[in-house]
């Protein structure tokens, strides 16, 4: 972890935040790699999920939330952990993550702690002001229902899905970017027919490890783990979570569950008439009848299979896998970031081999603004006159081609193009370098 941490920091993917005013704990900056890396997640994600399927929509909601909808999804009374001091040295800790120094002190005994952040909203500061930052995405999914389906006009089973940040007071955040304050969650709300729910879960869970080994994170690092009793959300029918091999251990990537009705069924209006199976706390506030009707005009409140994952450890994840140490022989080691090409920071580094040749430069410049234009993502321009730094720099942060620009350009109209994972070194004629990179990054893998 330590090396990872260290990279990420050397080279721009991600910074402690506030650091300059001595940094807050479980919060984390994403710097101009990191930025990259973490919207390419974000949009293979999207690309899987809304794009290339036919029965789901996507949504941007507030982060903001009205008090009712976390009293009535469960989160007011019951989104807490357990909170203990210990007598000796006065720290607070999660009941189950006693810190070393604390082992075998006097322990306060536990006492529900809410994870969410309270806010106010408007000029006055008083009970009627308060609101929340979101604990999750869902919620906003799920009261936005009936907007959904009147403007697209779906039938069960379809989803909606939502990428966005939320926002949890962690007692103990730990492990960079794994436990954090502030996060981002890519959730999908898939409702369908009560009675096709467990063969949907099995679905979702299929697909969900399809889409991580893609991301690169090979089938045997990841485990699927039951939740059971006590760890089961009050949501939740059933729960099967993607644990992943961390740095620091096995922990959770992604959770997939079968949410039942309980969500619809908690926020909906005239619930008595409409058969919810939940135990929902009884609503009076909701204005809005959150279910859809079938063939037979009967009111179905669908069940919720809600595969959710975290971005941020979904970026951990991919670095980690992605980092490698490569001997050379001679002594000599490289660091590389085999990232997968969709996710790269950036996709090719232009590289004049002398720096600041006017005509290379110039060529290096050319031939950059044409390949950006293919919108593949990032092009940079390496004026930097030193090919073996570079080369080093670009293995780093898992740049998967370098083009360098000689005075063989000049002269015969060739580059070389140098691939990132096996060090070959290619020459190619320049006017063949745009479908040389089309190609190479039409290629999935
Ligand atoms: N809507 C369901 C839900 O929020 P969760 O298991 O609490 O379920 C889903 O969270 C995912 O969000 C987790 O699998 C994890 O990837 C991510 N996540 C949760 N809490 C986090 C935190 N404090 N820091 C970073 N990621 C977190």
Request: aromatic share 10%; hydrophobic share 35%.
């Amino acid at each position: 972890m330590e090396e990872i941490v260290s990279l990420c920091k050397r080279r721009g993917f991600i910074f402690q935040s506030n650091e300059i005013y001595g940094g807050m704990q479980g919060l984390y900056d994403y710097g101009p790699l990191g930025v990259e890396l973490k919207n390419n997640l974000k949009s293979s994600w999207w690309k899987s999920i809304v794009y290339n399927r036919d029965d789901v929509e996507g949504l941007d909601t507030s982060i903001i939330t009205h008090p009712n909808v976390l009293k009535y999804s469960g989160h007011k009374d019951t989104f807490t952990d357990p909170l203990v001091d210990c007598k000796s040295c006065g720290l607070r800790f999660r009941e189950d993550q006693i810190p070393e120094e604390c082992i075998g002190e006097e322990l306060t005994e536990p006492r529900d702690f809410n994870l969410m952040f309270e806010t106010n909203v408007g000029p006055v500061i008083d009970d009627s002001s308060v609101a929340y930052l979101r604990p999750e995405t869902a919620q906003q999914i799920y009261i936005n229902f009936k907007n959904v389906i009147d403007s697209t006009s779906r039938s069960l089973p379809f989803g909606i899905a939502q990428i966005g940040k939320s926002f949890r007071n962690e007692i103990t955040p730990r492990n960079f970017i794994f436990r954090v304050r502030e996060f981002e969650q890519m959730e999908l709300e898939f409702f369908v027919l009560p009675g096709e729910d467990e063969e949907w879960h099995k679905k979702w869970i299929q697909y969900r490890l399809e889409w991580w080994n893609e991301q690169g994170i090979p089938s045997n690092k990841l485990n699927l783990l039951t939740v059971t009793g006590d760890d089961l959300a009050h949501y939740s029918k059933s729960t099967v979570d993607i644990m992943y091999q961390f740095p620091h251990g096995e922990e959770e990537l992604e959770g997939i569950a079968n949410r039942t009705d309980f969500d619809l069924g908690s926020h909906t209006k005239n619930q008595k008439e409409l058969n919810i199976q939940a135990r929902c706390k009884d609503n009076t506030e909701s204005n809005t009848r959150l279910a859809i009707q079938d063939i037979d005009n009967n009111w179905i409140v669908p069940y919720v299979i809600e595969p959710s994952a975290g971005v941020d450890r979904g970026v951990l994840a991919v670095i980690n896998e992605a980092y490698t140490i490569e001997e050379l022989g001679d002594n000599k080691k490289r660091t590389v970031l085999k990232l997968k090409k969709h996710l790269a920071p950036i996709k090719t580094a232009v590289i004049p081999l002398k720096r600041n040749n006017e005509e290379l430069v110039k060529i290096a410049h050319s031939l950059k603004s044409s390949l950006q234009k293919f919108q593949i993502g990032r092009v940079v321009v390496e004026n930097t006159g030193n090919i073996g730094k570079s080369y080093r720099k670009h293995d780093e942060i898992g740049t998967p081609l370098c083009i360098t620009i000689d005075f063989d350009t000049i002269e015969k109209n060739t580059v070389t193009i140098r691939d990132r994972d096996t060090m070959e070194q290619k020459i190619v004629s320049l006017d063949d370098v745009k479908a040389y990179f089309m190609n190479y990054f039409s290629d999935a893998g």
